[in-house]
């Protein structure tokens, strides 16, 4: 199986940057793909950036140009750098991969996992 750790989440004033990871543990050969969502108290669930089955990466408008989202393959870790943070870019930070693990010497999957969630607060 995949676990999906998110970590970097916080409390930041309006205009401060901020850098979320996903590391993916347990027995995973790769991460075919990842994603962040997030969600905001009394919402749903948005996307805020995905890599597309070309390789490239696509943003939500509004965070276009303010957050970049990449990959360490060698560490199966995602990152998503948020900078010049909004108030409204408060919400609970999700992100999502489609991974596949390697179980009793065989690849298993791929399969969707989410991670816990991070709490990212921007004060005005």
């Known amino acids: 199986q995949v676990q999906l750790v998110e970590s970097g989440g916080g409390l930041v004033q309006a205009g401060g940057s901020l850098r979320l990871s996903c590391a993916a543990s347990?027995?995973?050969?790769?991460?075919?793909?990842m994603a962040w969502y997030r969600q905001a108290p009394g919402k749903q669930r948005e996307l805020v950036a995905t890599?597309?089955?070309?390789?490239?990466?696509n943003y939500k408008d509004s965070v276009q140009g303010r957050f970049t989202m990449s990959r360490d393959n060698a560490k199966n870790t995602g990152y998503l750098q948020m900078s010049s943070l909004k108030a409204e870019d408060t919400a609970v930070y999700y992100c999502?991969?489609?991974?596949?693990?390697?179980?009793?010497?065989?690849?298993?999957?791929?399969?969707?996992?989410w991670g816990q969630g991070t709490q990212v607060t921007v004060s005005s």
């Open positions: 999502h991969a489609v991974a596949t693990y390697k179980k009793f010497g065989r690849a298993e999957g791929p399969y969707s996992y």
């Open positions: 347990g027995n995973t050969i790769s991460i075919n793909a």
């Open positions: 890599t597309t089955s070309g390789g490239s990466i």
